[in-house]
């Protein structure tokens, strides 16, 4: 099972984008989930992840700018990215479980 993950683009420095990626209900409702993201010639990092009761856990760069959360009746996750910048830009890859999205490609232009 691959998850399905959508809203990626290209936006200007300053602009915001919001992430979805849905799973089968049967797993979402049961474990953590999030997102990760890997730029040109970088290691992949996580940027956010929430528990299965909905408690957020951010890395340091996007702190104050993202917002992850869970929609239970959707079986979704959304990433919410605010004040984008271009170190922003990146191949971003949702899990819930143990459960991968193909990536998403979020560019952010100066």
């Known amino acids: 099972v691959q998850l399905q993950a959508s809203g990626g683009g290209s936006v200007q420095a300053g602009g915001s984008l919001r992430l979805s990626c849905a799973a089968p209900?049967?797993?979402?409702?049961?474990?953590?989930a999030g997102w990760y993201r890997q730029a040109p010639g970088k290691e992949r990092e996580l940027v956010a992840a929430i528990t299965r009761g909905g408690i957020p856990n951010y890395n340091g760069p996007v702190k104050g700018r993202f917002t992850i959360s869970r929609d239970y009746d959707r079986s979704t996750v959304h990433l919410q990215m605010n004040s984008l910048e271009p170190e922003d830009t990146a191949v971003y890859y949702c899990?819930?479980?143990?459960?991968w999205g193909k990536g998403t490609q979020v560019t952010v232009s100066s």
């Open positions: 899990f819930i479980g143990s459960l």
């Open positions: 209900e049967s797993i979402f409702s049961t474990t953590a």
